[in-house]
C-alpha cells in the first residue's frame, strides 16, 4: 500500500533552517510529481511546492520563494523540503501528498488538493524565538 512518512520538523529560531524529508513507498516514486504543503494552526490548507517526477521541474508558492528548496532523489524512494531563513508565519504541519496522475509545474498546483490521492500525516514545524 501507498506510504507518505514525512520526518524532520521540529523547533526553529526564526532565520534558521530544517529540512523535511518524505519517505514513499508503495508505488513508483520516479513515475510521480510530488508537492509538499502545510496547514497551519485555524488556517486552510496551503500548497508549498511542487517537483516534477525527474525532479528537473520546480514551482514554489509565492510565500516561500527564494528561501525552500524541494528535491527529491528517486533512487532512495524520498522527497526533501530544505527551509531556510525560516520566520515565524512558516509555523504549520507540513504535509507531502502524491498526485492521482502524474502532472508538472503548474498544473500540480491546479489540481491541489482535490485531485491528489495520499498524503503523509505530517511532521510539525514550529519557529518561534
Known amino acids: 500500500q501507498v506510504q507518505l512518512v514525512e520526518s524532520g520538523g521540529g523547533l526553529a529560531q526564526p532565520g534558521g533552517s530544517l529540512r523535511l524529508s518524505c519517505a514513499a513507498s508503495?508505488?513508483?516514486?520516479?513515475?510521480?510529481?510530488m508537492s509538499w504543503a502545510r496547514q497551519a494552526p485555524g488556517k486552510g490548507l496551503e500548497w508549498v511546492s511542487g517537483?516534477?517526477?525527474?525532479?528537473?521541474?520546480?514551482l514554489y508558492a509565492d510565500s516561500v520563494k527564494g528561501r525552500f528548496t524541494n528535491s527529491r532523489d528517486n533512487a532512495k524512494n524520498t522527497l526533501y523540503l530544505q527551509m531556510n531563513s525560516l520566520i515565524p508565519e512558516d509555523t504549520a504541519l507540513y504535509y507531502c501528498?502524491?498526485?492521482?496522475?502524474?502532472?508538472?509545474?503548474?498544473?500540480?498546483?491546479?489540481?491541489?488538493?482535490?485531485?491528489?490521492?495520499?498524503w503523509g500525516q505530517g511532521t510539525q514545524v514550529t519557529v518561534s524565538s
Open positions: 501528498a502524491k498526485p492521482q496522475v502524474d502532472c508538472s509545474g503548474y498544473v500540480c498546483y491546479v489540481r491541489f488538493p482535490n485531485e491528489y490521492d495520499y
Open positions: 508503495g508505488f513508483t516514486f520516479s513515475s510521480y510529481a
Open positions: 517537483i516534477s517526477s525527474d525532479g528537473s521541474d520546480r
